[in-house]
């Protein structure tokens, strides 16, 4: 009877520092924490550039991944929202990243509701209480190399960055940024209020600037003006006749490349061109206009591209051997001879349709000055053209280039 009142209570003691084990985590086989069943914790922080230019190549940031959890995960997956309002085509963004090595690789993006959207196509482990700093790129393409879109624009990008953990698994953090977008401005500066046909050149500066982080290939800055008109550049020293080219032979818009064909620019830079202009005798007296237009990506059709345009400067034209003001009255254009008119580089387009005009603020004085103020675009906004046709405004002169500005929606 002792000896089982004994085996009893050590049975129950026994039972009792097993369960004393276990509650303190030293038992054999220690219970599951319950931590363990949840995911880890993901945090996101990206470091969006502060503008990128419409039209110019990608800008580099960086986006840095941390897990603040327990738990370690294997699959970290980042996903990125690009909302540049309803100016913007659907070949406007581009996104790239490289998680390993120098090749960058891009990021898929879908198009839908005027918003982008894309995954980064590669996962990631990260264990509990690392971090990882992932290096991406972001660019306003709109289009791609001589196939520029003249239809659209932004000035701003809204950057949203969510990270998740797993395959299918919700977002743990989001980051959002604004990214500016501007793009490249052109102006002419010097150029005299009147001019004499057949008379002696008038000289001045054509600028093109590009203001944005972003660099900038295949610019063709180029000055716009009419069938009369000769340009000559000033290059290594020596005066350059450049070809005249044209879309539309009819409306009497033709233009000259000032910096050449496919010029870059780098990031916050500029180039000049000194210019000179000599109009025949066969122009008619009146009103004639210059005005500086950059197009990027341009391709085989002329004036078609993401296009800048700066103002217009309007000269006043003196008949051939006038030595007076005409009163800033204007002639109509006579039919020019075949051997009058100049050959473009390019074969004229048929088309005579023109966007709306928004914008192209006459600039210059009524020819009692003898020196027009400085014209150009600012740089704080962006127009992007529809420029395969430009609209002929008035007689003997190019009234107007077409422009069609798009805004980001608030």
Request: aromatic share 6%.
């Given at each position: 009877m002792n000896?089982?009142?004994?085996?009893?209570?050590?049975?129950?003691?026994v039972s009792g520092t097993a369960l004393l084990l276990a509650a303190?985590?030293?038992g054999l086989a220690p219970a599951a924490s319950a931590d363990e069943s949840q995911p880890p914790m993901l945090a996101v922080a990206t470091a969006a550039p502060a503008e990128v230019g419409l039209a110019g190549l990608p800008v580099a940031f960086t986006t840095k991944v941390s897990n603040t959890g327990a738990h370690?995960?294997?699959l970290a997956r980042l996903i990125y929202r690009i909302d540049g309002g309803a100016g913007l085509p659907s070949n406007a963004v581009s996104l790239q990243y490289r998680l390993s090595g120098t090749a960058w690789k891009t990021v898929p993006l879908t198009y839908a509701d005027e918003k982008f959207s894309g995954e980064i196509p590669e996962t990631f482990p990260l264990a509990a209480g690392q971090s990882r700093t992932v290096q991406l790129r972001i660019g306003v393409p709109m289009g791609t190399p001589h196939n520029g879109d003249s239809n659209g624009g932004t000035q701003q990008l809204k950057l949203t960055t969510l990270v998740s953990n797993g395959a299918s698994g919700a977002a743990t953090d989001t980051d959002d940024d604004t990214i500016k977008v501007d793009g490249l401005s052109t102006g002419l500066s010097g150029v005299p209020a009147t001019v004499t046909a057949g008379g002696p050149a008038i000289s001045f500066e054509a600028t093109v600037t590009n203001p944005t982080a972003s660099r900038y290939e295949n610019v063709t800055d180029t000055l716009?003006?009419?069938?009369y008109a000769s340009v000559q550049?000033?290059?290594s020293g020596t005066w350059k006749t450049l070809t005249p080219v044209t879309s539309n032979a009819e409306a009497d818009v033709y233009g000259f490349d000032v910096i050449g064909k496919d010029a870059s620019l780098a990031a916050y830079s500029s180039t000049v061109a000194k210019v000179r202009v000599t109009y025949r005798k066969d122009t008619p007296a009146g009103k004639a206009t210059v005005q500086p237009c950059a197009?990027?990506?341009q391709g085989s059709t002329p004036f078609r591209g993401t296009t800048s345009?700066?103002?217009r400067a309007t000269l006043t034209m003196l008949a051939a051997g006038s030595t007076g003001s005409t009163g800033g009255t204007s002639t109509p254009i006579p039919t020019p001879t075949a051997s009058a008119t100049p050959t473009p580089s390019a074969s004229p387009s048929t088309s005579t349709e023109a966007p709306s005009a928004t914008s192209g603020t006459t600039s210059g004085t009524s020819g009692t000055s003898s020196q027009l103020a400085k014209t150009g675009s600012s740089g704080t906004s962006t127009i992007a053209v529809a420029a395969g046709a430009f609209l002929l405004a008035g007689a003997g002169v190019l009234g107007a280039v077409a422009l069609r500005r798009r805004r980001t929606r608030a």
């Open positions: 000896t089982l009142a004994r085996k009893v209570r050590s049975s129950v003691a303190t985590g030293f370690d995960t294997s716009i003006t009419n069938r550049v000033l290059r197009f990027v990506n345009c700066g103002d």
